[in-house]
Nanobody, 115 residues
Framework: QVQLAESGGGLVQAGGSLRLSCAAS????????MGWYRQAPGNRRDVVAR???????VYADSAKGRFTISRDGAKNTVYLQMDSLKPEDTDVYYC?????????WGQGTRVTVSS
């Protein structure tokens, strides 16, 4: 069983930056994929960025060029550096872990970008 602890959300003005962190604990299998998803009430949960244990990354089109995902294997932690934030980036962001079977989700951290 894996637990995910997220941090780093908050309120920022447009053009600003935030860094989200997600630390995984418990029984961690390798290889695995960790990533960040976003979801607004009533909407589906969509990928923002994800990264494999060997460092391969995938970004949503809206995140390309502005967000950077990285991971520290020794700490089982994934980071999402969000720069040039826009009001449309406002959402709840969820950390995800997947190795075998269903995804494990964090509790979510809210990101609010004011105009």
């Amino acid at each position: 069983q894996v637990q995910l602890a997220e941090s780093g959300g908050g309120l920022v003005q447009a053009g600003g930056s935030l860094r989200l962190s997600c630390a995984a604990s418990g029984t961690i299998f390798s290889p695995n994929v960790m990533g960040w998803y976003r979801q607004a009430p009533g909407n589906r949960r969509d990928v923002v960025a994800r990264i494999t244990t060997d460092g391969s990354t995938v970004y949503a089109d809206s995140a390309k060029g502005r967000f950077t995902i990285s991971r520290d294997g020794a700490k089982n932690t994934v980071y999402l550096q969000m720069d040039s934030l826009k009001p449309e980036d406002t959402d709840v962001y969820y950390c995800a872990y997947n190795a075998r079977g269903p995804f494990t989700w964090g509790q979510g951290t809210r990101v609010t970008v004011s105009s």
